[in-house]
């Protein structure tokens, strides 16, 4: 298995085929990072819904914009890494693979680490594999992918 000895022993097409069949919870929130760069009002707006903070001021909410941005977060690096993962993983040894601390936030210019083609080839079967579960229970039979995943759960949800 491509993912052997992963932090969560599942792989990405297992993620997603969990938050599909979750999709219309009223205890699940998905917010796909590509709607929050496109409409970070609206996601902001959703996630205060759903944590039921609707009687949230202008300013409360220009405050939590505000704590989205890039540079807020880059002078602020130790909250938007994934420390307490490997904290988790010692306090409940539910891996036996050790996580190290993976920085999420970077300067525009730094770029992520590119992905082997091995890799793209194994997300490209998964992603085939949950497409070929998912198309006969989608609203939408265009030919499945990402956008209408994404479009179809966040529809579901109530928020």
Not at 1 to 23: G, I, Q
Not at 103 to 109: D, E, G, I, T
Request: hydrophobic share 35%.
């Amino acid at each position: 298995r491509h993912w052997k000895n992963c932090l969560f022993d599942y792989s990405m097409s297992e993620l997603f085929y969990e938050l599909w069949a979750a999709r219309s919870s009223p205890d699940l929130l998905v917010v796909p990072y590509e709607r929050l760069l496109s409409d970070l009002d609206g996601q902001i707006m959703r996630i205060t819904r759903f944590f039921g903070f609707d009687d949230m001021t202008d300013e409360q909410r220009a405050l939590v914009k505000s704590r989205c941005m890039r540079d807020f977060m880059l002078a602020h690096k130790d909250h938007f890494d994934d420390h307490w993962i490997p904290q988790q993983q010692h306090k409940l040894s539910r891996s036996p693979h050790k996580m190290h601390n993976i920085v999420k936030v970077r300067p525009k210019n730094v770029k992520a680490e590119s992905i082997s083609l091995a890799t793209v080839g194994v997300l490209r079967r998964e992603w085939e594999e949950l497409a070929s579960k998912i198309q006969g229970q989608a609203t939408r039979q265009e030919t499945y992918n990402y956008n209408n995943f994404v479009t179809e759960l966040m529809d579901a949800s109530p928020y």
